[in-house]
């Protein structure tokens, strides 16, 4: 495979996972040096939910953004319908962008883009919201200990604000630190649990801003 010159060295390591989702099959590259170059569960129960459920849930040329997409599956998988834009930490990015490019290309509605999103409050003129208003903002996997939780929900106000139409897709899998974080996100949002997977004790709520 030809390599490419922002690619960084430690994915020498690599591995590479295939899956497969709606009917394709998506191969992506992971390493172990950092929490998001693997693929989480979070991510995995996502995808699940969405492709069996696409009624409840319809992507066609939806405009989507993802916070911490790591790896990027989830974000390819909903890239083969919706305009996606998946975002995570500058480190995170050469992987995600070239998993995103080599599953996507010649597949997928509309090209995904990949953008830096550091967690906190942020500038409209780092991400303008007024040429982007996104009907889904996913996160899979984004409470854990990484010690900046408020940092996170900030964030996730920020893309679902208040007379917004934006519905907030959040699957994780169940951490001890998580407990504290799920009350202050029911206290902020109007949420419902959308679907639980108790094997792999992951749960997905969907959620919309308060008035
Ligand atoms: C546990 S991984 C989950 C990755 C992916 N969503 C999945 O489920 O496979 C958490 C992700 O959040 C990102 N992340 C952690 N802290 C962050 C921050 N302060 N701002 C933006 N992204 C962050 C990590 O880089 C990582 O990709």
Redesign the pocket.
């Known amino acids: 495979e030809k390599r490419h010159v922002w690619e960084s060295s430690v994915y020498d390591a690599m591995q590479k996972e295939a899956f497969y989702f709606v009917g394709h099959r998506i191969c992506i590259r992971e390493a172990t040096d950092?929490?998001?170059?693997?693929?989480?569960?979070?991510?995995?129960a996502?995808c699940h939910y969405l492709e069996n459920n696409q009624q409840q849930v319809n992507l066609m040329d939806k405009a989507v953004l993802?916070?911490?997409?790591?790896?990027?599956?989830?974000s390819v998988v909903v890239s083969l319908l919706a305009w996606v834009t998946a975002?995570?930490?500058p480190?995170?990015l050469p992987n995600?962008s070239f998993n995103l490019i080599r599953n996507t290309q010649g597949r997928s509605r509309h090209t995904p883009q990949v953008k830096a999103?550091?967690?906190?409050r942020h500038h409209p003129r780092d991400f303008p919201q007024s040429t982007r208003r996104y009907d889904y903002v996913l996160?899979?996997?984004?409470v854990?200990p990484?010690g900046?939780l408020d940092?996170?929900l900030d964030?996730m106000c920020h893309f679902c604000p208040p007379g917004g139409d934006t519905t907030l897709l959040w699957?994780n899998k169940r951490f001890q630190s998580d407990m504290r974080f799920t009350e202050r996100f029911q206290r902020t949002f109007h949420a419902t649990l959308l679907a639980e997977f108790p094997q792999q004790e992951v749960r997905i709520y969907k959620a919309t801003a308060k008035e």
């Open positions: 950092s929490f998001g170059a693997l693929v989480w569960p979070g991510a995995l996502l993802e916070i911490g997409a790591g790896t990027g599956l989830l975002t995570d930490l480190d995170i995600l999103l550091t967690w906190g996160a899979a996997d984004v854990y990484h900046d940092g996170l964030t699957a």
